[in-house]
């Protein structure tokens, strides 16, 4: 995806020591002088991609896009403790397999980057459309998971499918995970099912449900 030069500076490197970073040393600490509590990842797009490739790779996905966000100004910064990521398929995709893909993408990254990086606190992926479908930089996603490190205790990830996903989404409600998918995302079969299966576990709340919300991802251009 081509990126406009205002993000491009945007995801520029964060400090001339992400630079010079051995491939020993692989930037792995990210910032936080040496404290993994603390630790936080490199806010650099070329840097994040190095440590998540080999799994985004074998997904059929690529990143797009990955900076440290400051929740409170919606914007990056060096400081951020809000991880966000997109990724984008490399090849034909439908929506059944950006439905599949919901879970996939989210493994690929978590909890690996709450562990590598203790300075983080939250966390999002979204799966953004291929550029044939939409070129714009900063194309709306067609899913979103975002999820705080306290939520991703709670998760099961060695069995983590979609239907566990939902159910405990529902259970810690929005503020601590959330799943977003665009409607003909939702009207698959494998999404209505797992729909379906984790109702019947917790069932639907009477206001709208995480994945009926628009995501409000914070923006590269503010």
């Avoid at 991609?49 to 919606?74: H, Y």
């Avoid at 398929?89 to 709450?114: H, Q």
């Avoid at 939409?134 to 205790?153: C, G, H, W, Y």
């Avoid at 529902?170 to 665009?182: D, E, F």
Wanted: net charge positive; proline share 9%.
């Amino acid at each position: 995806m081509t990126l406009t030069t205002r993000t491009r500076r945007l995801f520029g490197i964060a400090a001339a020591g992400a630079l010079v970073c051995t491939a020993a040393v692989g930037c792995s600490s990210g910032s936080g002088n040496g404290d993994s509590a603390k630790a936080l990842p490199p806010n650099d797009k070329a840097a994040i991609e190095r440590v998540f490739a080999p799994a985004l790779k074998q997904l059929g996905v690529r990143l797009t896009r990955g900076a440290l966000v400051d929740l409170k100004t919606g914007k990056p910064s060096t400081t951020g403790t809000h991880l966000a990521v997109y990724v984008e398929p490399t090849a034909d995709y439908t929506s059944e397999d950006y439905a599949r893909g919901t879970v996939k993408t989210l493994r690929a990254f978590i909890p690996l980057a709450f562990e590598r990086w203790g300075g983080l606190t939250s966390f999002d992926v979204c799966q953004e459309p291929l550029p044939a479908a939409d070129a714009r930089p900063e194309p709306p996603p067609i899913t979103k998971v975002d999820l705080t490190k306290a939520a991703s205790r709670k998760v099961r990830w060695d069995d983590l499918d979609l239907v566990r996903l939902l159910t405990v989404a529902r259970r810690l409600g929005p503020r601590a995970l959330s799943v977003y998918a665009k409607p003909d995302v939702r009207l698959t079969g494998f999404y209505q099912s797992a729909t379906v299966k984790a109702n019947a576990k917790v069932p639907s709340p009477t206001t709208p449900t995480p994945t009926t919300l628009t995501p409000t991802s914070p923006s590269y251009t503010r």
